[in-house]
């Protein structure tokens, strides 16, 4: 029996962008550029090629997104694509939903593909929820018929039964998620490109979404591309995973293998590790920073490593026995922990100083491989004073923290737990007594 055809090719795919340089050429030049743009991609609307397109132009700048991409993609599987910022993700996924057109190569779909890219996308806030439904329905090119098929389901998921003929303008944050999650998941497709969509939403909307996926991919034959930057994501969804860096496949296979590659320290980061206030605004935290103990700035860390977290603060001289609070996300929005200062007993006074700088030293960060928020509070007399929530994001990398020589296992959870294992001879058990007996 001959071997099924995978329900997506993608082969030899490159993506290549023309920047055009700035260095203040002037307006004869612009309107040269303007010209030659609009020429171009009026041919290519048409299907031409426009003149010399391959010979490079001393105005622009070649940015290669994607450069001879190739991989496969099985009817039913759920695959996960990871890389960094930058890495080609998003223009790999613009191209498989013809949003974009590629430079070369190109990518064979046996079936509907739905993107899930921006949940909000394609929804009017003037309509009811009723009639968003229908309206990225027909935008996914589906009769009225068949959204009403699932109509039912889409409703159920999203749980806004009450609210279906109210206008979308008045729904939260939450609800437009959920909607638009239980439209694009549940309308007639056979590919299925998640980017970031769990990234909003709270703990249970997150489930409930992980869950739907899973359920398509088993009962339906559902293929699905997922992307996120929370690996726990990653692993609980997908058995296989790629990795793309600076635009080129360099990893395929199990899941584990490929964050493994993708955890590695000598990948470059291009994370900031500081983060102040916009000048002008009237708050107390003006500016926080991730370092080593010896004060290097750094955005990433080896798991078990130290990791220092500074605060500066103004205006604290009128607020005695301050305190202040870190704590840590994951970038799906899971609470990691918290560390506070009433917890060590440290008494955190301005003594009238213009400027505090209150910094959290953790001997050991107890984090898995992956990406985190880090989100500060002020606080006294346990009245909050200030949060600043996300300010930065920064990334554990892959160590070895038993000493083990064994490498990284990632765990089921956020967090390792530093320990020993031994083993030693013990005195025999006594025998108990059967159930019944006399002791």
């Known amino acids: 029996m001959a071997e099924a055809s995978p329900i997506l090719e993608i082969r030899a795919l490159t993506k290549r962008y023309e920047i055009v340089r700035t260095g203040g050429r002037g307006r004869a030049w612009f309107a040269s550029d303007a010209a030659t743009w609009i020429t171009r991609s009026l041919l290519r609307a048409v299907g031409r090629k426009p003149p010399s397109a391959d010979a490079p132009d001393a105005r622009y700048e070649q940015v290669w997104a994607l450069r001879d991409v190739s991989f496969d993609v099985a009817r039913g599987e759920v695959l996960g694509l990871v890389g960094h910022n930058g890495a080609g993700k998003s223009t790999l996924l613009k191209v498989l939903s013809r ?187 003006r500016r926080v920073a991730l370092h080593t103990p010896d004060g290097a700035p750094t955005s990433s860390v080896r798991v078990g490593d130290p990791l220092s977290m500074t605060l500066h603060a103004t205006g604290m001289g009128a607020f005695p026995d301050l305190d202040a609070r870190v704590a840590v996300d994951s970038v799906s929005g899971q609470r990691v922990f918290r560390f506070r200062s009433s917890m060590t007993g440290v008494d955190v006074t301005a003594d009238g100083a213009p400027e505090l700088a209150i910094t959290a030293d953790i001997a050991s960060l107890p984090l898995v491989p992956g990406h985190y928020w880090l989100n500060v509070t002020l606080s006294r007399a346990r009245t909050r004073l200030e949060t600043r929530e996300r300010v930065l994001r920064f990334e554990v990398l892959s160590a070895d923290p038993y000493g083990a020589g064994a490498g990284w296992l990632p765990p089921d959870g956020p967090v390792w737990v530093p320990g020993a294992w031994r083993a030693e001879a013990a005195a025999p058990t006594p025998e108990s007594p059967s159930p019944g007996e006399a002791a």
Not at 100 to 107: F, L, Q, V
Not at 111 to 128: A, C, K, M
Not at 182 to 192: K, M, Q, R, S, V
Not at 231 to 238: A, S, Y
């Open 99 to 285: 949003v974009t057109e590629p430079t070369a190569g190109h990518a064979i779909l046996r079936g509907r593909l739905n993107s899930l890219l921006e949940v909000g996308v394609g929804f009017h806030p003037e309509l009811t929820g009723r009639e968003n439904i229908y309206l990225k329905g027909a935008i996914h090119g589906l009769t009225r018929a068949a959204i009403r098929r699932e109509f039912d389901a889409i409703v159920a998921f999203a749980e806004v039964e009450r609210f279906l003929d109210t206008p979308l303008k008045r729904y939260s944050s939450g609800m437009r998620s959920r909607l638009g999650f239980a439209i694009g998941a549940y309308l007639e497709h056979e590919i299925l490109v998640v980017d970031e969509v769990l990234a909003v939403g709270d703990a249970r909307f997150r489930a409930q979404a992980m869950a739907r996926i899973r359920e398509a991919a088993r009962d339906h034959g559902t293929t699905t591309i997922f992307v996120s930057h929370d690996l726990g994501q990653i692993r609980e969804l997908c058995e296989r995973s790629v990795l793309l860096e600076e635009g080129r496949l360099i990893a395929d296979g199990p899941t584990n293998e490929v964050l493994e590659r993708y955890l590695q320290p000598n990948v470059t980061r291009d994370l900031p590790s500081v983060w102040e206030a916009p000048p002008g605004e009237l708050r107390h935290i």
